[in-house]
Every structure is written in structure tokens, then in C-alpha cells.
């Protein structure tokens, strides 16, 4: 078999995006389904690559990737330091690479198990091969500048980088209805917690945590109390542990670091 006529298979675009995470060197964290990104890398030195993926190289997914990157009044661009777009190995084109160059982008592409193997298998008997990674090209290293643009990696100078949560997201990348782990729902998180410790939240409560009350009485998340202010379990609860079990986890276990003087007050 010919090594060009290699192409690698994945079910859906987020097999292909574990696989990829699963490849990720040391140095980098990956934040999935992040401000608009299938998947922003961050490395130990804040550099962020916002990556978009899909099954096959073309415009719809060119796009994505750079219509997550905005333009501020003043001038300054807001987003990533590197654009990306991740496909599986062999389902490029050489046309819509270039186009990809043209907007900035580097083209990952990613090994299943044969494709891998078979490259191995070229390397390992001194046989003219591409690298032989999992991977390629290589993520952007502080050294980028020397070889990056012979890499597809252009730096975007952004004045403003994505704004990251505080935990890494416990959802998978380039699911098709990705959950994303935004601000208000960390918020909400904080108040189903404050809910379980005491029993009832206050009006102080959403305040302190920057939470629309409205809605958590819409949605019959929460139902009032005879007493002004105060607040029970609803008729539909909220149920963000099923949702994020590693994040509510995380954030239960910060419960010292964020919650209101007076709730660490009523459950000590």
C-alpha cells in the first residue's frame, strides 16, 4: 500500500478530537467546546490555539475557525494566538490548504491506529516518510518564529485573548450539541450547591453570584419560601451534577474559596 493512499477513519468528529487530546504533548491543556471553539489548547505560557475540527478539509470548516476571531472597535483583534483546524489524516486537499493559509490557518491532521502504524512502519525501516507522529505538524513552541510559517502556524497578535473558565471543561470536544462550561454556568453551579448545603438561597445570594433570579423562577428551579427573599428546590430542579460531574466536583470542592461570608457561616 501506498503511503499517500493512506486515510484515516473516524466515526465522528469527536472520536476524532479525543484522539487528538489523547496525542497532546506535555505542556498543553485542552479546553473543549471553549468561546466558540471545538477545542482551545493553551500552553504552560498562556499561547492559545483555537482549533475547529471535522471530518473532511473544507470551506464550511475554514470559516468556523475564523469566525470566531473578533474585531474590537479600537482596532485590537480578540481570540487565539493560533487558528487551527483539525481534520483525519489524508482528507486534504491541496487547494483548500492553501486557502487555509491565506486566512492564517494551520491544517492539523490526526492518525487513527492504521494510519499510524503504517507510518511507523516506513520510519522505523529508514523509508522516506513524512514525520511520524500522531499528529502533524507539531504545535507552535515558543521557537515558532523560525520555521512557523513553513508549518502553516501564523501567529495572530491578538490584543485580547479568549476568555478561558476557570476549570477545564469535563465535556467532549466536537460533540454535536456540546454542553459548554460558560460563566453563569458556573454561577449556577455555585447557587445548586449553596441549595444542597442550606436548603434554601436568598436574593443576596444571586446577587453575590451575578445570577438573573428570573429565570431560576421561570424555569420552576426554585420556588419562594413564605419568607421574603428566600428560596427552595422548584417542581424541575436544576441538575448540573449530571451534567458536569467533574466540574460540580471541582467547584464543591473550592466551596471555602467562593461561597458568601454568610453561607460559610450557615454550613459550618
Not at 493559509?101 to 516506513?122: C, K, N, P, S
Amino acid at each position: 500500500m501506498k503511503l499517500v493512499s493512506l486515510k484515516a477513519s473516524f466515526a465522528k468528529e469527536s472520536d476524532l478530537c479525543t484522539a487528538f487530546i489523547a496525542a497532546l504533548p506535555e505542556g498543553w491543556t485542552p479546553y473543549p467546546e471553549t468561546d466558540g471553539f471545538d477545542l482551545i489548547l493553551v500552553r504552560d505560557d498562556g499561547a492559545q490555539v483555537g482549533i475547529e475540527a471535522k471530518l473532511v478539509l473544507n470551506a464550511k470548516v475554514l470559516i468556523q475557525a475564523v469566525d470566531h476571531v473578533h474585531q474590537r472597535w479600537n482596532g485590537g483583534v480578540v481570540g487565539p494566538d493560533f487558528l487551527a483546524v483539525l481534520i483525519p489524516y489524508g482528507h486534504k486537499t491541496p487547494e483548500m490548504v492553501t486557502i487555509a493559509g491565506y486566512l492564517g490557518l494551520a491544517v492539523i491532521e490526526q492518525h487513527d491506529a492504521a494510519t499510524f502504524e503504517q507510518r511507523y512502519r516506513y520510519e522505523r525501516f529508514k523509508l522516506k516518510a513524512p514525520d511520524c507522529f500522531p499528529f502533524s505538524p507539531g504545535l507552535p513552541d515558543t521557537r515558532w518564529s523560525e520555521d512557523g510559517y513553513r508549518n502553516g502556524w501564523r501567529d495572530q497578535m491578538p490584543a485580547e485573548r479568549c476568555k478561558l473558565p476557570a476549570y477545564v471543561p469535563d465535556v467532549v470536544a466536537g460533540a454535536s450539541a456540546p454542553s459548554t462550561l460558560s460563566e453563569w454556568k458556573i454561577s449556577a453551579i455555585k447557587l445548586c450547591i449553596l441549595l444542597e448545603k442550606r436548603g434554601e438561597i436568598t436574593s443576596m445570594d444571586f446577587k453575590t453570584l451575578h445570577v438573573h433570579r428570573q429565570r431560576w423562577l421561570d424555569g420552576k428551579w426554585i420556588t419562594p419560601t413564605d419568607r421574603r427573599g428566600h428560596y427552595v428546590v422548584g417542581s424541575r430542579p436544576l441538575n448540573l451534577r449530571a451534567q458536569h460531574p467533574i466540574n460540580y466536583a471541582q467547584i464543591e470542592a473550592d466551596f471555602e474559596k467562593w461561597a458568601p461570608a454568610a453561607a460559610l457561616g450557615a454550613t459550618a
